[in-house]
């Protein structure tokens, strides 16, 4: 796998466009954002309020859209993702494991389909507005370990989207983009940086504080505390 | 495209399977809810409230689940399909086309990526009640055009399916059945007559009177009325 070594990748085609953006209000989502303001695209944002755990994460994307002035930014609600049940991130009677990343092959932070079902609204909303790129944070080294999250099932989306969409049927150009797939979290922190991402906007934390302070100790916390570690750099919210 | 022509068809796979079926409520889901439960197989029905025109199908959707006594029935909420706008489905001032049957290659009633996100809601459902079927009432023959009704878009869909849940990953089977896909409507009227199915259960129309009475003038209605009219039944609901 080709990795990515800390510069500012390059537009992946020329001229400005339209982009969707799933802008959870995370390091990733937020680094995207940072990284399509520096690539001229026009943005429209999209986050979801689907009954987690850490919904701060929402005030988290407002807060970087209105930094970066996008294009729209819809909080879309999906108030029965929650209920159709199975993930520690919906269901409060199931704990977020502390301190264990990389145990379990598919964690049970996991929402079904979660993913699958983002994108398939971000389509909606790029057909309704023209855009031609989908945009994801997705990360397929310094992760979870979701499975929807890496580049085969992001590439049978992107077929899927072409093929089911009044868009791609008409011949319209529709690609998913995952700028961040191939690099690791210490990559993504220093692109955060070169880039001059106010990281302190960013949540990463799946099981925070009601004031929003993350718990230090899951996965995201895990994982963020790594990436700013090995990147030599402070994470100004000490996660 | 192979034909049917008219028999009841065999279950693709032996045995007692589990489903979820995107039940609308229509002559086609309720068909498709008629024949899983000749074929034996258990059902978790799954309707959508997406601010649709047509809410009464969400009647008749429960009607048909009651009248199957199926495992269960979700009606899930969508609130925000609507706002993402487009269609003369959930939009009061786009008119549904009246009269106009076949005239566009893609109707204004076409709704954006509506069936990639039924269907992403349907693999959340089929990941946490374990079901290894997602059946849809697609149709490829006698439809209004969609491109998400279609063959190619069906089958992408899979992959992006088996790519990007734990089932798949953990190498469960995991299927889209469109047990309709080559059928014309007579075809599937004659079906559903074969079955025993109550089609007067069914709500077809895209433009309802508040009391359920179908317009008789929109796409599916015209459909609907050919179908029976070619397969020589006469509609109880006389649509």
Redesign the interface.
């Known amino acids: 796998m080709k990795r990515n070594t800390g510069s500012i990748p390059r537009a992946p085609v020329r001229g400005r466009r339209t982009a969707v953006l799933l802008l959870s209000g995370g390091l990733d989502s937020g680094t995207c954002l940072a990284l399509l303001a520096r690539w001229g695209w026009t943005v429209h944002a999209v986050s979801f309020d689907y009954g987690q755990r850490h919904r701060i994460e929402l005030h988290a994307a407002r807060k970087l859209a209105r930094a970066y002035g996008v294009a729209s930014h819809?909080v879309?609600?999906?108030?029965?993702?929650g209920?159709?049940?199975?993930s520690a991130l919906t269901e409060r009677r199931i704990a977020v494991p502390k301190n264990q990343l990389g145990e379990a092959a598919?964690p049970v932070t996991?929402?079904?389909?979660?993913?699958?079902?983002f994108?398939?609204?971000a389509?909606?909303?790029a057909?309704?507005s023209g855009a031609s790129e989908i945009v994801i944070g997705a990360n397929a080294l310094d992760t979870s370990g979701y499975?929807?999250c890496?580049p085969?099932?992001l590439r049978?989306?992107e077929?899927?989207?072409r093929?089911?969409?009044?868009a791609?049927?008409?011949g319209r150009s529709l690609s998913i983009r995952a700028p961040l797939l191939r690099m690791t979290k210490a990559e993504i922190v220093k692109l955060a940086e070169a880039l001059g991402l106010d990281t302190s906007l960013t949540s990463s934390c799946y099981d925070p504080a009601p004031d929003g302070t993350p718990c230090g100790a899951c996965d995201s916390c895990l994982l963020r505390e790594r990436g700013f570690r090995e990147a030599g750099l402070v994470d100004p919210k000490r996660c």
Chains 1, 2 share one sequence.
């Open positions: 819809r879309l609600r999906v108030p029965d993702l209920v159709l049940g199975g598919i996991y929402v079904p389909a979660r993913n699958t079902i994108l398939s609204f389509l909606a909303v057909e309704s499975p929807d890496r085969p099932f049978a989306f077929k899927t989207a093929l089911g969409t009044r791609g049927v008409e």
